[in-house]
């Protein structure tokens, strides 16, 4: 089946350590998108990608950063993880002309 | 800014106990509400788009309607297997302002 994967789906590190989230998907969409996920603020966006060469910053993008490797590639960075970047992360991907959007599965990231 | 409030926070339901889930929102311009479902552990998995107001999306026991400002998720004679976080989004410039979502459990 067509899908959206994310690894690792858990990571425990520690202050002060570089982190790499990594996304692939074979839906052949061509958006990707990275949310964190935190209790009682519900989702929000990172970084977005609409293709290969177009990434922005969505509305918390501060202390991340990101790579489109390939239309099937979105890697999200955390240079120096800090504890309040404590969260679940997920991956989602969707299509030109269409504002529907497939989550992965997420990856749940403990900074110590 | 685009702004998503759900509403309750939590919801108990007895088996077969119908209700209704609400999402109000504040868009500059609307190109779709998104309602989700989200497992513990898992991510969101996508149940209806809604364009316009007085549209109504049905599946299973879930049905979906929207006015200008505001959408309804009306859960018809829940099963304990409804039980979930229902996110609420509003989409624009093709991304999604998400609400903090109802945790829906239903009890047999």
């Known amino acids: 089946d067509a899908d959206v994967t994310q690894t690792p789906r858990n990571r425990i590190t520690k202050t002060g350590k570089r982190i790499m989230l990594e996304c692939s998907q074979t839906k052949g969409h061509d958006r990707m998108y990275w949310y964190r996920q935190d209790p009682g603020l519900g989702l929000r966006l990172i970084y977005y990608?609409?293709?290969?060469?177009?990434?922005n910053k969505g509305e918390i993008s501060d202390g991340y950063s990101v790579s489109r490797q390939a239309q099937a590639k979105f890697s999200l960075s955390l240079e120096s993880a800090i504890p309040n970047q404590t969260a679940l992360y997920f991956c989602?991907?969707?299509?030109?002309?269409?504002?529907?959007?497939?989550f992965g599965p997420g990856t749940r990231l403990t900074v110590l | 800014e685009d702004q998503v409030t759900q509403s309750p926070e939590a919801l108990r339901l007895q088996e077969g106990e119908s209700s209704s889930l609400n999402c109000s929102y504040t868009v500059s311009g609307l190109r779709g509400l998104f309602w989700y479902r989200q497992d513990p552990g898992k991510g969101p998995e996508f149940l209806f788009t809604?364009?316009?107001a007085g549209e109504e999306k049905e599946k299973e026991r879930l049905k979906a309607t929207l006015t200008k400002k505001e959408s309804f998720l009306h859960i018809t004679a829940p099963k304990p297997e409804d039980s979930a976080t229902y996110l609420c989004?509003?989409?624009?410039?093709?991304?999604?302002?998400f609400g903090a979502g109802t945790t829906v459990t239903v009890r047999a």
């Open positions: 989004a509003v989409g624009g410039d093709y991304k999604l302002s």
């Open positions: 989602a991907t969707g299509t030109k002309g269409s504002n529907e959007q497939f």
């Open positions: 809604l364009y316009s």
């Open positions: 990608s609409f293709d290969v060469k177009d990434i």
